[in-house]
Each structure stands twice: as C-alpha cells, then as structure tokens.
C-alpha cells in the first residue's frame, strides 16, 4: 500500500512563483487524497512532470496549469497567488508579563 501524500510543510517564499505553484499542486492533490500519479492521469501529464512541478524543477506551461486547475477544482490564477501568511496575534499588555 503506498504512503499516505503529506501536504507541505512550509510556506513558499511569495516571489517566487514555481514555489507558490508547487505548494499549491501539493496542497490541493494532498486534500484530495490522490497520488501524484493520479493527478497526472487526471491531468492527462506524465508522473514524473507533475513531481517536477511540486520539486519546482520546471516552467510551467499556461496550458497545463489550465489542466491542472480544472482537474483541482481552483481557477487558474489561485495556483499562482501566494498564501496567506496569518498576521502574529498581539498579546495584551498583562499577558506579556
């Protein structure tokens, strides 16, 4: 039985849109519970392509993240919109003592 997919474990850096793209493909296969070689069958795509999206080792083409927005249900542009990072909650004077 193959290992259960992991979602990452850290955010991207947000100016960097391989990383941004590769947290999301991730993310979003992760949540569906599918292998990567789901989602590329899914997508029609090669195993090993969708691996080097989410590793950040390619280019992606506008087409085939078209492919892979349809396939996890996200417009185009959300896979290339950076995360929100959560604003640090401010601790009342009383509790900072």
């Known amino acids: ?17 391989r990383e941004v793209l590769a ?3 991730r993310l979003l296969r992760v949540q569906k519970e599918w292998s990567q070689e789901r989602l590329a069958h899914e997508c029609e795509l090669d195993r090993t392509y969708v691996s080097a999206i989410e590793r950040c080792k390619w280019n992606v083409s506008l087409a085939n993240i078209e492919r892979l927005a349809h396939v996890l249900g ?6 290339l919109k950076p995360p ?6 401010k601790r009342r004077a009383s509790q900072a003592q």
């Open 84 to 89: 929100e990072v959560p604003a640090p909650t």
């Open 23 to 25: 947290y999301w493909v």
């Open 74 to 79: 996200v417009a185009p542009w959300a896979l």
């Open 1 to 17: 039985m193959p290992a259960r997919p992991t979602p990452p474990t850290r955010l991207p850096d947000p100016t960097n849109l």
